[in-house]
């Protein structure tokens, strides 16, 4: 089943030391294109939907060369526009043993970051549509993408098109400028339908601290607290990550609705490659498991699965097809001949 899905959001260029140097140890930095929409759009359309991108990208070979990247793995790019302006960058340095890895973001200033909201034509972008994906980590980028995005949000919202939201928190971007993220993120919360988001993120929108309940009791309640304050929200479901060490993870996911819920058992993920979009590759698991007519725990264990596989692959996106997904829900690992 070929379902539209458009995803509107920064695309990035991330820049890496190599293996598990610290940043310009040695004067060198892989390079690979990502963001969290595109992330998400990039697997999609790897699962067999049609999947596109909204957004706007540096005029200059950088641009270029990242939405080549997007058409190369079958990502509907016609709605991305060129402008004036830079490329937003985030810098990676990967962790091991006891020191944790980290971000630095390069973004303030970019051609998303600084394009006025009324650039897009929402009902014209969206058309044909019948799913639109946002992340938090839009409106973190400022005032302008705020709009931009709670303007994408209420005109899906109007349309009738299936609204999804993932929370990303990014509370190094929310610093960066006087926003309010409680009021912004409930504004797109109020047109969304499906959420990935956990306690934590529920707790900032509604500026309540569900971490002192019991740990078994935290996405539930938090979860009928976001019902209750959302109506047109349809499910919440998100991901729990124990951290061993930097490469040794147990990753488990829960899937709420108002009448009940799916809770999946960890799965332990030793040997880490790389974590990067593992979330996205989960929220793209669990969407295609949704619109491919799969029930609610049929979806989430294919989200789950895709989420882990991705740990296993360099990059940002989870570029394989559904068959690799389905072979990473077993136990096998022969080589395939």
């Known amino acids: 089943m070929s379902v539209r899905f458009l995803c509107f959001g920064e695309l990035l260029l991330r820049l890496s030391s190599p293996g598990r140097e ?19 759009a990039v697997a999609l359309a790897a699962f067999g939907h049609s999947a596109g ?12 060369a990242a939405v080549g990247e997007l058409r190369r793995h079958g990502v509907d ?33 970019s051609a998303f970051s600084s394009a006025d909201p009324a650039d897009y034509d929402w009902p014209t972008l969206l058309a044909g549509a019948d799913c ?27 349309a009738g098109i299936h609204v999804v939201f993932d929370g990303n928190f990014r509370a190094t971007l929310w610093r960066a400028w006087d926003g309010d993220p409680a009021a912004i993120l409930a504004e797109l919360l109020a047109c969304a339908d499906t959420v990935f988001a956990d306690h934590r993120d529920i ?18 309640a938090a979860a009928d607290a976001a019902f209750a304050a959302f109506p047109t929200i349809r499910r919440l479901v998100s991901t729990h990550r124990e951290q061993h060490s930097v490469d040794c993870h147990d990753l488990s996911a829960q899937c709420y609705r108002r009448d009940r819920d799916w809770q999946l058992p960890a799965r332990r993920l030793d040997g880490i490659v790389d974590r990067i979009g593992a979330g996205d590759a989960f929220a793209a698991g669990v969407l295609h498991g949704i619109f491919s007519g799969m029930d609610e725990e049929a979806s989430l264990r294919f989200g789950l699965a895709a989420g882990c596989l991705k740990h296993s692959i360099p990059g940002d996106a989870l570029a394989v097809g559904v068959e690799r997904v389905e072979q990473a829900m077993g136990d096998r690992f022969d080589v395939r001949r």
Request: aromatic share 4%; with cysteine.
């Open 132 to 158: 639109l994906h946002l992340s938090g980590v839009t409106p973190a980028l400022g005032r302008a993408c705020a709009d931009a995005a709670i303007a994408a949000a209420r005109a899906a919202r109007a």
């Open 203 to 220: 707790g900032i929108v509604l500026r309540r601290d569900f971490s002192t309940l019991p740990a078994a009791q935290r996405e539930r």
């Open 22 to 40: 610290l940043l310009l140890q040695s004067p060198r930095l892989d390079v690979q294109v990502g963001g969290a929409e595109a992330n998400v």
């Open 53 to 64: 991108c909204i957004g706007q990208v540096a005029d200059n070979a950088l641009g270029r």
């Open 77 to 109: 790019t016609t709605r991305v526009r060129y402008r004036a302006g830079r490329m937003g960058l985030y810098f990676l340095e990967t962790g091991a043993l006891a020191r944790p890895s980290d971000v630095l973001y390069d973004r303030a200033g």
